[in-house]
Every structure is written in C-alpha cells, then in structure tokens.
C-alpha cells in the first residue's frame, strides 16, 4: 500500500469521479481505500476524501478563533503541505508575535489538569515528522529553516488548540463531554497535517472522535478492554495457527491497546504509512453510511 498515486492514475481518476458525483457513493470510494494501493496517496485526494469519509462537509467548516497572525491559516504556517509530498513549502512569512494565549469558548470548561496534559502530549508531539522534513531539505538557507523551525511551532499550537475544543466541546449524548486521553493528539496530529487548516481538522476530528473513538475517550477504558479481548479470536479466524500460537503464548491482547486508541499513529513514523491506517480506520465499523 506504499505506492505513490502517481503509480496508479486509474485509481485516482476513479477516486475523483466518485468524488464529483452526487450523492457520492460512500461505499464504493471505502472500498477503493480499502483494497486499492495507492487510492488516496495524493494529498489533495486525502483532504478531499476525508471530509466525505467522516461525513463533514469541508465547505461549512469555519474557523471559530479570534484571527491573529499566528492561527491565520490554520494555524500551521500559512501552507497546506503535507510530510512526504516531496515539496513542501516554506512558511510565507515572518511571525515575530506572540500567540494569543486566549483559549477557544468549546475549551472554557476543560479541567486545568486536562488543559496541562494536553499541552504536554503536544510539546512531545510531531517532532520526528519535523526530523523527517528537514532531512528532505537539507539545502534550506538559514532564514528558511528558522521559518521552517516556526511553522513546526504553529503546527503545535495549532494542534493544542484543535484538542482542547474537541474534547471540550459538549456531545449532544445527554451533552457529556469527551475524555481526553494520551494517544489522541497522535490521531489528530495525523488529520492536522493531512489537511493544514484548523477548522477543517477541528471539524474533522470531532467526526471521528463521537464516531470511533467513543469508548476510548469514555471514563473508563471498560469498553475498549472488551473490545481487546475479541483480538485474538478475529486473527484465528483469519489465521488458525496464528491465533493458537497467540493463545497459547500467554501473551496479553492489551499489547495491541497502542494500535487501536491511536491508530498506529504513535508507532508508525512513515507518514505514507500512517496515513495509511488512518485512512482505513476512517472506513471502518461506525462511519457515516
């Protein structure tokens, strides 16, 4: 599934007739993402196809934050590039104040502890995709890598902000908040560079947190441990001997809790790759019909 799109004009001219008829016809573009190598490694098909996946329209998306200088854009450096396009622009221009430390109304009620949690998972985050980007361009002049350097900084700010109103913004399940729990910012780090908008990644990843990550960002991890404990009865029954051999070797199902909460996004440092599993899970069980 590591084809580029090029390799496969077919399937892309195939994924953009679905995506121009209406009403599109989900089932046939999840089985593209599903079964087609290739299907969607364009960056500008992923942050067409996404929207339609998770059942958002991209075009009502609004960016509810106070414009400054540093969350124009999105807040990611004024481009939509995305790891591994093979041409990732500079930021356009200087950015020499100081974000405003405001927080978004959906945030106003989250706990300081979750609040201080957040900004922890999101100082960790994205840096190895940063690594990865200054490694493909290592002829940068100096003034593009500290603009480069400060992109990355609004990309992290940028996902602070996206977490916060997520998980602070009220369901409308008898209107109980989302928990926020570590391994989220990795899934939505993946959609923040997917699509270089704030709104969008907003809009896109409260989709898929009522859509598929509902019991991991429940009070308790109950639902997901039951879900854990069909793991190894699923590969028996696509693989018997693989199955018994998991069974037998005493070898708990929880060591697969990583993969599932943050779909592969903590483990996987390919971004194709991660893109890859982020794009089937958004095809999975639970998603819009």
Not at 62 to 83: E, H, K
Request: charged letters at 25%.
């Amino acid at each position: 599934d590591m084809e580029s799109s090029a390799a496969c004009p077919h399937i892309s001219a195939e994924v953009n007739r679905l995506l121009l008829t209406e009403p599109i016809p989900l089932d046939a573009l999840r089985r593209i993402c599903l079964e087609q190598p290739g299907g969607l490694q364009s960056p500008s098909l992923r942050r067409r196809a996404w929207p339609k996946l998770l059942g958002v329209d991209r075009f009502q998306a609004v960016d509810r934050w106070p414009s400054s200088r540093s969350s124009r854009s999105g807040g990611v450096g004024g481009t939509a590039t995305t790891p591994g396009d093979g041409g990732d622009k500079e930021e356009k221009k200087e950015d020499d104040e100081d974000d405003d430390p405001s927080t978004s109304p959906a945030a106003g009620g989250l706990d300081q502890e979750i609040r201080a949690l957040i900004g922890r998972d999101v100082a960790r985050s994205l840096h190895h995709h940063e690594r990865a980007d200054s490694a493909r361009h290592p002829a940068r002049s100096r003034g593009g890598r500290r603009r480069c350097a400060r992109a990355w900084v609004g990309r992290r700010e940028a996902l602070r902000r996206v977490l916060e109103a997520v998980v602070g913004e009220e369901r409308t399940e008898g209107g109980r908040r989302l928990n926020y729990y570590q391994g989220f910012h990795d899934v939505v780090a993946v959609v923040l560079l997917v699509c270089g908008d704030f709104a969008l990644t907003r809009a896109l990843s409260g989709a898929a947190a009522g859509l598929f990550f509902r019991d991991t960002m429940a009070p308790t991890f109950e639902h997901v441990t039951e879900a854990l404990g069909a793991l190894w009865p699923l590969v028996g029954s696509r693989d018997g001997a693989l199955g018994r051999a998991l069974k037998e070797s005493g070898v708990s199902p929880m060591v697969a809790l990583p993969w599932l909460i943050t779909w592969f996004a903590h483990d996987v440092r390919n971004f194709r790759s991660v893109g890859c599993c982020s794009r089937v899970g958004c095809c999975s069980h639970g998603a819009p019909t």
